[in-house]
């Protein structure tokens, strides 16, 4: 349930809620009921009080003890016992119910109006007569004294049905082209038919003759609407004997004494909307009447606004349960809308639970957020320069920030970013200009970031948009708001003279030129066939079938070797060039190149290119190069003596002093074990 307050008027939604799909089977029901909390809090006044559809009219019979409301599709009417809360039967049609009648206090006796022409008639085992009027019809209503159904439609007649004798009367023939409804005051039995022209007839059904004409067009147009034609009449309703009720295509409900050809109320809805039903609460003099937008509650007497109820969707059709404050709304949706208006009267006997349910509610009250206020955390207050009004009774603490009065927001708004104004209009007028230049010559706009991959995609998307193909794939990658980084951000610019990019190249080229091959001819196919056929015959082998894939591949492989010769070419050259310059080489080693807790050196790196050299050369090249490491010298008797010294290592060396070290230390510490002796257990 959920529950609204406009002019301190409480507003409760019990049809608010979620509600579970047909197919499910009632145990799978129940499981969900246990499970689900919103289902569990959910107020369910009529079970299954929904079409599958959309949903055309509801009433209420007589007795007050059934609700039965017309849907689509399939065309059908459904009517709700209130004692028992649920469905009591279904009826299907052949085509969509216009409107209907109760003819009985309860539902034993009903006729549909249907919008092919048809009448039929149901008793309680269903259909019980069906009959078809000459021209399309739009209201029906019954005179029970002489037991007449009356129709109107796309006619001057007023059809005439008596279901007493079960035959046609001579019509009521009046002076419009058409009619759009007609309603019966039940306390004289003077029949009211609306017309297009903008008049309201009234004729004597017991003299058979006219009693009346009501031009309502004229006092329906005021000075500051816009007349797109004479307003013709949608909707009649009656209180008591005297005051009728007239609504109009233009929005406007006129409440007459028939007494007087002047209205003594007009009230305008606004919204510009046909008026669809206007009905009567005399337990609270209030008038309620329904567009297809909203239904709006105001005062009979003084035109006072009162109430207004939005639905979800378009409303088709608004019933008030008489003397009580229950709302029963069909509109263009499944379910049926329910509203209780505690300020309209009491719920009625079947759901009294609703008046202590509203006391409980209306005794703990809630936080309600209205429109006239605003809400700011402490940062925004700080940016208007309104901090030092926290903590008075300017601002009302909630939650994380305030709430404040919504003009004194917009005044502070309008002091701390003078020239707001003035962007918004510059962004509207460009918006503008845009929109008319979509008729001109597109340009492709290209980010600043990664153009040549944003014109690749936009490529793709083409592509695509011509086959409609069913899996865009990376072409969607432009209209997803999670990659808008990747054209923004300068972070993810793609460097393509990094090494990795020039070695992933060779692949998006083969993958390229594959789609290039696959968007070939189909007459290329078939000449290839041909070749492959000529070639076989003469003798050549079949396996040269994927040959072209063969090469795609060979190809691909030389282009990446191609790559990688050209990467090492250019690091050798930058060594060289270091090398010659003086300064220490500025490469950075490969992050698997490096162990943790250890230094990389580059020198030792090159020593190890250096060590794979000298065993490669001879013995004499190598004493050539190693005159350092040794000294020769010769005695007098010829003999020639050789002595050198081995090379260490800087990290060998280090390593031989920190053990001489650690054996000094140990040598300190060092204890004799002599006088331990063994311990016999």
């Not at 469905?87 to 034993?108: A, N, P, Q, T, W």
């Not at 006092?219 to 909707?235: L, N, Y």
């Amino acid at each position: 349930m959920q529950v609204s307050s406009a002019n301190n008027v409480k507003v409760y939604n019990l049809s608010s809620g979620k509600s579970m799909p047909e197919w499910l089977s009632d145990r799978k029901k129940r499981a969900l009921s246990k499970s689900d909390f919103d289902i569990q809090k959910r107020i369910q006044l009529l079970q299954d009080f929904e079409m599958p559809t959309v949903s055309g009219c509801v009433q209420v019979s007589p007795d007050g003890q059934y609700i039965l409301a017309t849907g689509t599709y399939k065309p059908r009417v459904r009517c709700y016992d209130v004692n028992h809360l649920s469905m009591k039967f279904e009826r299907c049609f052949d085509s969509e119910v216009v409107k209907f009648h109760i003819l009985s206090g309860d539902y034993s006796k009903l006729v549909f109006l249907q919008c092919d022409r048809y009448v039929e008639f149901h008793a309680k085992y269903g259909r019980y007569h069906r009959l078809r009027i000459p021209k399309f019809g739009r209201d029906l209503a019954y005179h029970s004294p002489s037991c007449d159904l009356f129709l109107v439609g796309m006619s001057p007649e007023i059809y005439r049905i008596n279901l007493e004798q079960g035959r046609f009367l001579a019509p009521f023939i009046t002076d419009s082209l058409a009619l759009n409804a007609c309603k019966v005051n039940p306390m004289h039995q003077l029949l009211a038919v609306g017309t297009i022209e903008g008049r309201v007839e009234c004729w004597d059904p017991r003299a058979r003759r006219r009693a009346g004409v009501l031009d309502c067009a004229l006092s329906s147009i005021t000075s500051d609407m816009q007349v797109k034609g004479v307003p013709a009449v949608t909707s009649l309703a009656f209180n008591g004997g005297l005051k009728m009720a007239v609504g109009t295509s233009s929005g406007q409900v006129l409440m007459y004494d028939i007494r007087s050809n002047k209205p003594c109320l007009i009230k305008d809805h606004r919204n510009g909307l046909p008026i669809k039903g206007i009905s009567f609460s005399p337990r609270a003099e209030m008038v309620v009447s329904s567009d297809s937008r909203a239904a709006k509650i105001w005062s009979e007497s003084s035109g006072r606004p009162f109430v207004t109820v939005e639905g979800e969707s378009d409303l088709n059709d608004v019933f008030l349960v008489w003397d009580s404050g229950l709302l029963l709304m069909a509109c263009e949706a499944p379910k049926l809308l329910t509203y209780f208006i505690p300020g309209l009267g009491p719920a009625p006997k079947w759901c009294s639970f609703l008046d202590s349910l509203t006391e409980e509610l209306e005794e703990s009250p809630t936080a309600a957020v209205y429109d006239d206020y605003k809400f700011v955390t402490k940062t925004e207050l700080e940016s208007l320069g309104l901090g030092h009004l926290i903590g008075t009774s300017l601002l009302r603490a909630y939650m994380h920030g305030y709430f404040m009065d919504i003009r004194l927001y917009k005044k502070a708004k309008a002091i701390a970013d003078p020239f707001a104004y003035e962007d918004y209009r510059k962004s509207k007028i460009k918006k503008k200009i845009e929109e008319q230049r979509t008729s001109r010559v597109q340009v492709k706009k290209l980010p600043s970031v990664n153009a040549a991959l944003a014109e690749k995609l936009q490529d793709e998307q083409t592509s695509l948009k011509a086959k409609k193909a069913k899996k865009e794939g990376a072409a969607t990658i432009l209209s997803d708001d999670r990659f808008l980084a990747l054209f923004k951000n300068p972070d993810f610019q793609v460097d393509e003279t990094s090494e990795e990019f020039r070695l992933t190249q060779p692949l998006v080229n083969k993958q390229a030129k594959r789609k290039e091959k696959e968007k070939s001819s189909m007459m290329d196919q078939f000449e290839e066939l041909n070749a492959q056929e000529e070639e076989e015959l003469e003798g050549r082998a079949s396996s040269d079938e994927n040959s072209s894939s063969d090469e795609d591949d060979r190809s691909w492989q030389e282009e990446l070797r191609r790559e990688h010769f050209a990467l090492r070419q250019e690091q050798k050259l930058k060594r060289r060039r270091e090398r010659e310059k003086g300064g220490a080489p500025t490469t950075t080693p490969k992050f698997y190149e490096i162990k943790a807790g250890e230094e990389f050196h580059m020198a030792s790196a090159r020593n190890d290119g250096s060590l794979k050299r000298m065993k490669k050369a001879s013995l004499a090249e190598r004493v050539e190069r190693e005159t350092e490491s040794f000294s020769r010298s010769s005695t007098s008797l010829g003999n020639q003596q050789v002595s050198f010294s081995a090379k260490k290592d800087e990290k060998q060396r280090r390593r031989q002093e920190e053990a001489a070290e650690h054996h000094k230390e140990r040598r300190k510490l060092r204890r004799s074990a002599g006088n331990l002796s063994k311990k016999k257990r």
